[in-house]
Structure formats: structure tokens, C-alpha cells
């Protein structure tokens, strides 16, 4: 089956309209969770990022 192809300026459109909203509520995360998790070794990073990044993410896939 053949996926519908999706004009380049249309996801655009809906990554302009919506993008700001997932950094609004990605950016409070890491002032708000700043549990440290352990990478490697001694390297720790604030969960608060990692769900940030999580979040960025998955609007970027959903979006497009």
C-alpha cells in the first residue's frame, strides 16, 4: 500500500503552528523535574531535559 504523499509546505505549516506550544511545555521540565539520572559513570543529567528532548521529539515525528 502507498502512503498519501504530503506537500513539503504543508508540514511546515504544521510544524510553524505547533512547535511553539511542545517548547512552551517541554522548556518548563527541566526546572520542574531536576532529578538527576545517571548516564555513564559519573555523568548525571536532570530527567527534566531528557523529557524535554522526549518531547521535541515526538511532536517533530508526529508533525511530520
Not at 498519501?4 to 512547535?19: G, V
Not at 530527567?47 to 522526549?54: E, I, M, P, T
Request: proline share 6%; net charge positive.
Amino acid at each position: 500500500a502507498r502512503l498519501p504523499r504530503i506537500r513539503a509546505r504543508d508540514r511546515a505549516r504544521k510544524l510553524a503552528f505547533a512547535a511553539p506550544f511542545a517548547i512552551l511545555v517541554g522548556i518548563a521540565n527541566p526546572f520542574l523535574d531536576r532529578v538527576p539520572i545517571a548516564i555513564a559513570g559519573e555523568v548525571s543529567l536532570a530527567a527534566g531535559w531528557v523529557s524535554f528532548a522526549s518531547i521535541l521529539n515526538a511532536a517533530y515525528y508526529i508533525l511530520n
